[in-house]
C-alpha cells in the first residue's frame, strides 16, 4: 500500500490543523494506521493509532485529549484532526500502515510509511 500524507503547514500555538493520508493500492479497510512525528534530532515518536475497523484508538500521553485520529475506509484516507497545538508539536508527520499491529506504538511494527508532512508551531 502506497501512503500519502498532506495537510502540514505552520501554525499559531492553540490554533488547530487536519492532517489527512490517503492509501492506494492495498485493502484499506484490513490495515492498521498510526500517525507518528520527528522533530530535528530526535528520534520517531508515537502520536496515534486506529484499528482496522476504526472500534479502537490510541494515543501518546502528549496529545491525548487534543488530537484525534479517525478514518473513512470509504475514502482510503486516515485523518488526524490536531487541536490546542503547542510549539512541541512541531515536527514532520508521518502516516503508517500495516495489518495486524499488535504493538501499536512502535514504528518497526509498520511495513508502509508515507513521505511526511511538516507541521510548524509558532509560540
Known amino acids: 500500500v502506497q501512503l500519502q500524507a498532506c495537510g502540514g503547514g505552520l501554525m499559531q500555538a492553540g490554533g488547530s490543523l487536519r492532517l489527512s493520508c490517503a492509501a492506494s493500492g492495498g485493502t484499506f479497510s484490513s490495515y492498521s494506521l498510526g500517525w507518528f512525528r520527528q522533530a530535528p534530532g530526535k528520534e520517531r515518536e508515537f502520536v496515534a493509532a486506529?484499528?482496522?475497523?476504526?472500534?479502537?484508538?490510541y494515543y501518546a500521553d502528549s496529545v491525548k485529549g487534543r488530537f484525534t485520529i479517525s478514518r473513512d475506509n470509504a475514502k482510503n484516507t486516515v485523518y488526524l484532526q490536531m487541536h490546542s497545538l503547542k510549539p512541541e508539536d512541531t515536527a514532520v508527520y508521518y502516516c503508517a500502515a500495516d495489518r495486524g499491529v499488535i504493538r501499536w506504538t512502535l514504528p518497526r511494527a509498520y511495513d508502509y510509511w508515507g513521505q511526511g508532512t511538516q507541521v510548524t508551531i509558532s509560540s
Open positions: 486506529i484499528s482496522w475497523s476504526g472500534g479502537r484508538s
